[in-house]
């Protein structure tokens, strides 16, 4: 009678590779950067600050509109420069001025709040998550959208306490992987301060 032997992925991994034990997956390491620091003097100094993957860079001397501002790795910015295209396979931040999006400090609420989930279905779009909190007395708006081409997009607006603006940053993970970017994302949001 034969006998069936069961190994772990890691156990046969060791085998496969004389006994060598497989390297730990590495955690994603952050660094603190204020609001003014990752626009990079572009707005109105805001009191805020937030963590970021440590890798990233703010990305120079890219084709970008006023008031934008880009965060990634730093061997990526160079090829951003030559094609751009931003780095889909190592992920990205960006901010910037929305000019269509405010906050109305009578109302308590962004300007889009109310319909916004309307706007996104009639575009084919899905909201996944949202949330609103207070950081500092200003309010921030987390979103979490899902596009028709199943990309999903991780992005907040930050009041600045006017109706006309609001501070707008989004989040497009490596490669799209959801694990890394809702990981990344709650590491953002909680982090604000």
């Known amino acids: 009678m034969k006998r069936l032997i069961h190994l772990s992925i890691p156990a046969l991994l060791a085998i496969l590779v004389g006994c060598a ?52 790795q730093s061997n990526e910015v160079a090829g951003v420069v030559r094609s751009d295209n931003l780095p ?8 910037k001025v929305s000019m269509n999006v405010g906050f109305d400090q009578r109302k308590g609420k962004f300007s889009d709040e109310d319909a916004f989930e309307g706007q996104l279905a009639k575009a084919g779009m899905t909201l996944v998550e949202q949330k609103r909190f207070e950081v500092n007395g200003y309010p921030v708006w987390s979103l979490i959208v899902r596009q028709k081409d ?44």
Request: charged fraction near 15%; charge should be neutral; hydrophobic fraction near 40%.
């Open 88 to 95: 889909v396979k190592t992920g990205y931040l960006y901010g």
């Open 150 to 193: 199943g990309k999903v997009i991780y992005s907040m607006y930050i009041a600045m306490l006017i109706e006309s603006n609001a501070l707008y940053i989004v989040y497009r993970p490596p490669t799209n992987d959801l694990a890394t970017g809702r990981a990344a994302w709650n590491r953002f949001i909680s982090s604000i301060e």
């Open 21 to 72: 034990t497989p390297e730990p997956v590495s955690v994603q390491e952050y660094k603190r950067v204020s609001l003014d620091e990752f626009f990079a003097g572009q707005i109105v100094s805001i009191p805020l600050s937030f963590e970021i993957p440590a890798q990233y860079v703010h990305a120079t001397r890219l084709k970008e509109p006023v008031a934008y501002s880009y965060w990634m």
